[in-house]
T-cell receptor, first 111, second 117 residues
Framework: LAKTTQPISMDSYEGQEVNITCSHN???????ITWYQQFPSQGPRFIIQ???TKVTNEVASLFIPADRKSSTLSLPRVSLSDTAVYYC????????????FGKGTRLSVIA | DAGVIQSPRHEVTEMGQEVTLRCKPI?????LFWYRQTMMRGLELLIY??????IDDSGMPEDRFSAKMPNASFSTLKIQPSEPRDSAVYFC????WGRGYSNQPQHFGDGTRLSIL
């Protein structure tokens, strides 16, 4: 499984756009990139998944360059409730294979 | 819709006691995963099932841990005897792996916080 590297922590003010970048230099051809969010005392929650280029949903956008060796999760106009740990995962499409979590990025949103 | 339901939410017991954690996956899901989260090791897979059959239990720490899935709507993770180093948050997740558009990512329960004294 491809190893991922992401910042340990980030701070942001409310209303700003937050971009969290994840490096995955050894990503395999069949690998997808998936992001999960975890609030304290809760289980991880699926945010977004992509294979290449750009994916957008109601929560976030995921940007993946052509070489796929990195990806960027973009959270528009964050609020205090976006304070959480964000995990970048690389592997299968996540439904039928175990997820391998790294240490994640702890995002703190400040008023 | 009900999500993945885990019970109990918190469990405190003395070492040596048997501990049973329970999970009810989302109805219709055919994959079930047990994960454990600690500060030191983060989130790690223990075991997972497909259609009630264990597929990979290589993450189970040792023989003290066992997991069963007697039917599609229920799974248990048992620790006997429990030890202080088993203290962690245990998560259950489920998913549906259909074809193409019907594939589902893993949905997690809110976990069981286990403390072994």
């Amino acid at each position: 499984l491809a190893k991922t590297t992401q910042p340990i922590s980030m701070d942001s003010y409310e209303g700003q756009e937050v971009n969290i970048t994840c490096s995955h230099n050894n990503i395999a051809t069949n690998d997808y990139i998936t992001w999960y969010q975890q609030f304290p005392s809760q289980g991880p929650r699926f945010i977004i998944q992509g294979y290449k280029t750009k994916v957008t949903n109601e929560v976030a956008s995921l940007f993946i360059p052509a070489d796929r060796k990195s990806s960027t999760l973009s959270l528009p106009r964050v609020s205090l409730s976006d304070t959480a740990v964000y995990y970048c995962l690389v592997g299968g499409r996540s439904g039928n294979t175990p997820l391998v979590f790294g240490k994640g990025t702890r995002l703190s949103v400040i008023a | 819709d009900a999500g993945v339901i885990q019970s109990p939410r918190h469990e405190v017991t003395e070492m040596g006691q048997e501990v049973t954690l329970r999970c009810k996956p989302i109805s219709g899901h055919d994959y079930l995963f047990w994960y454990r989260q600690t500060m030191m090791r983060g989130l790690e897979l223990l075991i997972y099932f497909n259609n009630n059959v264990p597929i990979d239990d290589s993450g189970m720490p040792e023989d003290r841990f066992s997991a069963k899935m007697p039917n599609a709507s229920f799974s248990t993770l048992k620790i006997q005897p429990s030890e202080p180093r088993d203290s962690a948050v245990y998560f259950c997740a489920s998913s549906f792996w259909g074809r193409g558009y019907s594939n589902q990512p893993q949905h997690f329960g809110d976990g069981t916080r286990l403390s072994i004294l």
